[in-house]
Structures are given as C-alpha cells and as structure tokens.
C-alpha cells in the first residue's frame, strides 16, 4: 500500500526505527509493536480506503482476527477526505481529526522562556523524570505507568541509536517541559510528544523548545521538512504557527478503548 498520509507514514518510519513490525496486505497495513502491546497507535490497522457503508463493523473484524486477545482497535485511515464518521461517537468509538503541520524553515518564538535551561536528556535521573512529566496532568485512565514507561523507553532507545534527540526545559533541576525529534523518512524528521508540566504553563517553554529541535534537525539531522500533529482545537497548536509551522493536511483515527 502506497501510504499518502504525511503522519502516518512518519508515524510508521518512526514505529520501525523502534523495531516494530509493518505488514502490508495491499488495501491496509498492519503495524505490531510486540514490545509494547498496550500501545494503540503502534498497533492497529492503516486503511487506505475504507470503503462506503458500515467500514467500521468489517475493519473492526479485521483488527479482531490480527490482534486476537487486544482490548482495543485502532483504525488510522490514510485518505480521509469523504470518509463518513457521523455515527461512531453513537457506536462508542472515540474519534480524532487532527492537523498534520510542518514547516522548512522556524524562527524564534515572539515570547520565548527565560531563566529556563534547554538541553538534551542525558542519564537515568533526566528519565526517570520524563517519565513522571508524561504522567503529570493527566486524567485519561487508559494513560497507564506501565505504558508510559514503555513508550518513553523507547523514545530513549532511539535517541541513544542515534536517530534524534529529546530536548527537555529544566527549572531548578525539574523537568517541566519536553519534546522529541526524529529522522522519520527521506529529507523527514518528526516531532514526538510535546508536554509542558501543568504547573509550568504559559512561560514559553513549549515554543522554546520547539524552536530548539527544529534547529538542532535542520542543521544536525540535515532533514529539509518537519513535522507535527496537533490536535487543531487544543492551545498548543499556535505555539507550533508562533515559530513558523503551517497546516499541511487532516489526519484521521478511530478507536475503540478497552472498558475499564
């Protein structure tokens, strides 16, 4: 399958550099993530083309039978335009339409931090942190300790491969914000889970270190394009448009979440 979508295929790039394994069967991918199998978006189902009436019954078998034992389904779909979804929030599936961003060239956010210390992560204790930061704040109880550990596990792994590298902002030794940056493709790096701790918003962080990565895989990474998927309807995404990222194209996810 020709994968069109700018996230997915960077989603993808990324989920192989971490050893997971893609499976293509013509009209859909299948992507498997065996070291992390809570994991939705390492494992699930990359359709091209749904197809028209009831697409979600028929992908959600699928998904079924190659992921026997999962509590979840993920359906990323590759070509969005058209596809109809007015009736899956009904059906108890969670949708998200999100905005694919990117940009060839940043500049300095217009209120940038100050009194921060912006570097690389380096050593368990830095770790050890990130780990609480991507648990600091949230409320969704499917965001588990065991998953997050695993995820930010990996984020290291490709870092310490040499893939990219993940900026942290440091406040008298806490980490209160943070990102990552990878090699996602030919001429493609792709940011990775920006987060600023709940108790130290709105001090510029995010647009700093934003700013920071996009130097470092400009001129390090020698990539030509950056990209970022946001979540159109959340502040953050003019941080991303403060420092130089433009709307590129929608991405489209459907999912249905384990009950608790």
């Not at 940009?103 to 050890?128: K, N, Q």
Request: aromatic share 8%.
């Amino acid at each position: 399958m020709d994968v069109q979508s700018l996230g997915f295929r960077t989603d993808i790039a990324l989920l192989e550099h971490d050893g997971s394994v893609v499976e293509d069967h013509g009209r859909h991918l299948v992507v498997r993530t065996p070291h992390n199998p809570t994991f939705y978006w390492g494992n699930f189902l990359l359709l091209g083309d749904p197809g028209s009436g009831d697409w979600v019954s028929r992908w959600l078998e699928v998904s079924a039978a190659e992921f026997p034992g999962a509590q979840h389904a993920a359906l990323g779909i590759d070509r969005p335009a058209g596809v109809d979804t007015s009736t899956l929030a009904a059906a108890g599936l969670t949708v998200e339409r999100d905005v694919t961003m990117t940009a060839t060239a940043v500049h300095p956010p217009r209120h940038g931090a100050t009194g921060v210390e912006l570097r690389p992560l380096a050593g368990d204790d830095d770790w050890s942190m990130q780990v609480e930061l991507s648990l600091a704040g949230e409320t969704d109880p499917h965001l588990t300790r065991e998953f997050s550990s695993r995820r930010d596990q990996s984020y290291r792994d490709l870092t310490e491969a040499g893939h990219g590298r993940w900026f942290g902002a440091f406040l008298d030794g806490a980490l209160a914000a943070s990102l990552g940056i990878f090699r996602a493709g030919e001429g493609l790096a792709r940011f990775q889970h920006v987060k600023t701790h709940p108790d130290y918003r709105a001090r510029g962080l995010a647009g700093s270190l934003v700013h920071l990565a996009s130097r470092f895989a400009l001129d390090e990474l020698e990539v030509e394009r950056l990209v970022m998927v946001a979540d159109p309807d959340y502040v953050a995404i003019r941080v991303y448009r403060s420092v130089g990222f433009v709307d590129a194209e929608p991405q489209l996810q459907v999912t249905k979440l384990p009950e608790l």
